[in-house]
């Protein structure tokens, strides 16, 4: 008898056909789970997708710089804009009052509260930066502009959107008092497009502008394909512009990471 022979003799070929059996519902199980998560993720990234359309501003058709031609229109617009955000701090006053007589869940009726009081504290500083606003010196009409522009941006920025947009976004996401927030984030829209303040359309797939936006890390954000690198996985903010040409705030990106060469 040959040696083979001898090996196939004590080879126990039930033991190899369960062998395989397990290797197979192993591979399998791998594969299903790997389906559900790449399934999820992608419902994740629609629900993201829908979610972020709600926070899209249309831009102007008239060029907002165009209606600015003088320091007596500056002045008018700054009375308009104080105007805007008082009427922005009631409304939003009456939201959270309203939803804290309502809510039985004392932690998110706090965190519509915090946005109140962030929303008080910006009208607050408006009023404050408006009374201290001086273009007695500004000659041109690009200088009364470009004035302006360096006045509102930390407001809006800083102040507002950097602030309040984001609790907003992540409360929606999470499902929690959607009326509320987005009865917020429609208050917050009329004031920021009453100022000719819009935001630009950015999607999943599409290839980032590092000139309007900015990536921000995620632990879901690799992948061997090179052909999605610099792709955009996930928004989570649109970059908001003033005028065309000035970015107020960059854009919020997950960008695909492509590992493994």
């Not at 104080?82 to 039985?104: F, G, M, P």
């Not at 499902?175 to 987005?182: I, K, L, N, R, S």
């Not at 052909?227 to 903010?237: A, F, H, S, T, Y």
Request: charged share 30%.
């Amino acid at each position: 008898m040959s040696i083979n022979e001898t090996k196939l003799e004590h080879l126990d070929f039930q033991d190899i056909k369960k062998l395989n059996r397990e290797f197979s519902l192993l591979f399998n199980k791998e594969n299903l789970i790997s389906e559900i998560e790449k399934e999820e993720n992608l419902k994740d990234v629609e629900n993201t997708s829908s979610l972020i359309e709600k926070f899209m501003l249309i831009p102007s058709k008239i060029p907002f710089y165009e209606r600015l031609n003088s320091p007596d229109e500056i002045e008018s617009l700054l009375n308009r804009f104080e105007k805007l955000a008082v009427n922005l701090e009631t409304s939003v006053d009456h939201i959270a009052e309203d939803y804290e007589r309502q809510s039985e869940n004392s932690k998110k009726a706090e965190t519509v509260n915090m946005i109140s009081r962030i929303i008080q504290q910006f009208v607050e500083t408006v009023k404050y930066q408006i009374k201290r606003f001086d273009i007695k010196n500004v000659v041109t009409v690009n200088d009364v502009r470009y004035h302006f522009y360096l006045f509102l941006k930390p407001l809006l920025k800083e102040n507002l959107i950097e602030r309040v947009i984001p609790a907003i976004f992540i409360g929606m996401r999470n499902g929690e008092a959607d009326d509320v927030y987005e009865s917020l984030l429609r208050n917050i829209n009329k004031l920021l497009s009453a100022l000719e303040v819009h935001t630009v359309r950015i999607e999943a797939g599409q290839k980032i502008d590092f000139g309007i936006c900015e990536v921000i890390p995620s632990d879901q954000d690799k992948t061997d394909d090179h052909k999605l690198l610099d792709i955009v996985k996930e928004v989570e903010q649109l970059p908001y512009i003033f005028d065309n040409n000035h970015v107020l705030v960059e854009g919020k990106v997950v960008v695909w990471r492509v590992v493994n060469g």
